[in-house]
Every structure is written in structure tokens, then in C-alpha cells.
């Protein structure tokens, strides 16, 4: 193992000790519920597809509660029935199921589908980062959740300077800067839905680059997300 990869074992787990602490007890009860909900062998295994939209609802409705996704203004129900009408139209859930990791097109165009919606008065909205957590807690394996706490980890280690890393995060300065994505990461365009498929692949180089690749990837979201909320707190 080379010495980047060394050090970022013991940061990595470290960073998901915290994770692991009283203080996320309450993000980790949260998790076993979205698990039993979105799980096949969960509490709405028996049910048919006669009760799709209320499935489809409450799911959507938890998700919203748990990740605060702001889609009370826009209407929980009309999104949860945007995302019903995908699975009578062109069975979306299936499509999420059988979804390649690595065709990164195929991810970004599933996430556009459920994320971009439009009610009767034609009122349009786009809601990317809820789409990611509703595909990625139907396939762990082939999606990624879109957060802003992911994206500003990935665009530090990539683009950081390694003179300031322990500023906030007592960040091993060595593993900053390290251009693992071989070139820049543009903060403001991975914040855009279009740029979703830039975003995975940053993910996926990154996990490799520092010897991760062979962790959950559950795991590896928990680090990504909690490193970024730590780093942020200490800012403020």
C-alpha cells in the first residue's frame, strides 16, 4: 500500500468513528428506517402494484423528512406521483435496479428523469439531490448521492492546497491537492443536474486514486458527507 493510501485508511477510518459516535445517533435509527422501506424484503414486499402511489408517496414523503429536500413548497404528493407515472410509463424502478455503475450516461439520464418535474399548472422544478438519495437507496451500488457537503471534499482533495488542509479538518496535508481527478474540479458546474454523470466518475476516481475502492459504498458516502459537514461546522 503506498503512503497516500496508508494515511487515507487511517483518516478515512477515523472520520467514520464520528459517524459512529452519539452524536449521529440519530442519522443512523433515521437510516434503518429508509433501509426497511426501500428494501425488497421490507415493510411493502407483499404489497401490489395497485398501491404503487401510496408507496411511492410515503417513501418520497420519508426521504423529504429525513434529508430536508425542500419539496414540501413544490408538493411531496406531486412528486411522488411524477416518479409513479415513470414506473407505469417505462418501469423507472426497474431501470434504477438494473442500472450499470460504470455508464455514467445511463445514471445522469435515470436522476433527470426522476428529479425533473412538472405539476398541472405547469409549474416546473428540478430536484437533483432528491433524486440521487431516492435512486441511490433503491441501488447502492450504482448511484451516488448528490450533496453539497460531497462536493466541496471532492473539489478540496482535488483542487485544495495541501499548506492549509488542517485548518478545519486536521486533514492530512499530503492527501490534499493531489489532482486525482487529473484535472480541475469546477465547483459551480458540479452543483448542475447536467453534470451529474462528472460528478460519479469523481467519486469512482477518487475511491480508487486513495486505495478505497473495496469499501461500501455506503461507507464511503457516510465519509464523504460527514468529513464535509465536520469541515463546514468548523468554518462557521
Same mark, same amino acid.
Given at each position: 500500500?503506498?503512503?497516500?493510501?496508508?494515511?487515507?485508511?487511517?483518516? !478515512?477510518?477515523?472520520?467514520?468513528?464520528?459517524?459512529?459516535?452519539?452524536?449521529?445517533?440519530?442519522?443512523?435509527?433515521?437510516?434503518?428506517?429508509?433501509?426497511?422501506?426501500?428494501?425488497?424484503?421490507?415493510?411493502?414486499?407483499?404489497?401490489?402494484?395497485?398501491?404503487?402511489?401510496?408507496?411511492?408517496?410515503? @417513501?418520497?414523503?420519508?426521504?423529504? $423528512?429525513?434529508?430536508?429536500?425542500?419539496?414540501? @413548497?413544490?408538493?411531496?404528493?406531486?412528486?411522488?406521483?411524477?416518479?409513479?407515472?415513470?414506473?407505469?410509463?417505462?418501469?423507472?424502478?426497474?431501470?434504477?435496479?438494473?442500472?450499470?455503475?460504470?455508464? !455514467?450516461?445511463?445514471?445522469?439520464?435515470?436522476?433527470?428523469?426522476?428529479?425533473?418535474?412538472?405539476?398541472?399548472?405547469?409549474?416546473?422544478?428540478?430536484?437533483?439531490?432528491?433524486?440521487?438519495? !431516492?435512486?441511490?437507496?433503491?441501488?447502492?451500488?450504482?448511484?451516488?448521492?448528490?450533496?453539497?457537503?460531497?462536493?466541496?471534499?471532492?473539489?478540496?482533495?482535488?483542487?485544495?492546497? $495541501?499548506?492549509?488542509?488542517?485548518?478545519?479538518?486536521?486533514?492530512?496535508?499530503?492527501?490534499?491537492?493531489?489532482?486525482?481527478?487529473?484535472? @480541475?474540479?469546477?465547483?459551480?458546474?458540479?452543483?448542475?443536474?447536467?453534470?451529474?454523470?462528472?460528478?460519479?466518475?469523481?467519486?469512482?476516481?477518487?475511491?480508487?486514486?486513495?486505495?478505497?475502492?473495496?469499501?461500501?459504498?455506503?461507507?464511503?458516502?457516510?465519509?464523504?458527507?460527514?468529513?464535509?459537514?465536520?469541515?463546514?461546522?468548523?468554518?462557521?
Amino acid at each position: 500500500m503506498s503512503g497516500h493510501k496508508e494515511k487515507m485508511k487511517k483518516f !478515512y477510518d477515523r472520520v467514520l468513528g464520528i459517524y459512529d459516535s452519539d452524536k449521529y445517533e440519530s442519522y443512523r435509527e433515521q437510516e434503518k428506517v429508509i433501509e426497511n422501506i426501500f428494501s425488497e424484503n421490507g415493510v411493502f414486499a407483499k404489497l401490489g402494484r395497485e398501491n404503487l402511489e401510496q408507496i411511492v408517496l410515503l @417513501k418520497v414523503s420519508v426521504l423529504d $423528512s429525513f434529508y430536508s429536500t425542500n419539496l414540501a @413548497k413544490f408538493g411531496i404528493y406531486e412528486v411522488a406521483k411524477h416518479i409513479a407515472e415513470l414506473e407505469v410509463e417505462s418501469k423507472i424502478h426497474q431501470k434504477i435496479r438494473n442500472a450499470n455503475p460504470k455508464n !455514467y450516461d445511463e445514471l445522469k439520464g435515470i436522476i433527470e428523469q426522476i428529479a425533473e418535474c412538472e405539476r398541472k399548472d405547469s409549474k416546473k422544478k428540478v430536484f437533483y439531490s432528491f433524486a440521487t438519495k !431516492y435512486c441511490f437507496h433503491h441501488n447502492q451500488n450504482a448511484f451516488r448521492i448528490y450533496d453539497s457537503f460531497v462536493r466541496e471534499v471532492l473539489v478540496l482533495f482535488n483542487n485544495g492546497k $495541501s499548506d492549509t488542509s488542517n485548518k478545519f479538518a486536521d486533514i492530512p496535508s499530503e492527501l490534499v491537492g493531489t489532482n486525482f481527478f487529473e484535472k @480541475k474540479l469546477i465547483d459551480t458546474k458540479l452543483r448542475k443536474l447536467e453534470n451529474y454523470d462528472t460528478f460519479l466518475q469523481a467519486i469512482d476516481r477518487f475511491a480508487e486514486f486513495y486505495g478505497l475502492e473495496n469499501e461500501k459504498t455506503r461507507d464511503l458516502d457516510h465519509f464523504l458527507w460527514i468529513l464535509g459537514k465536520e469541515n463546514r461546522q468548523k468554518k462557521q
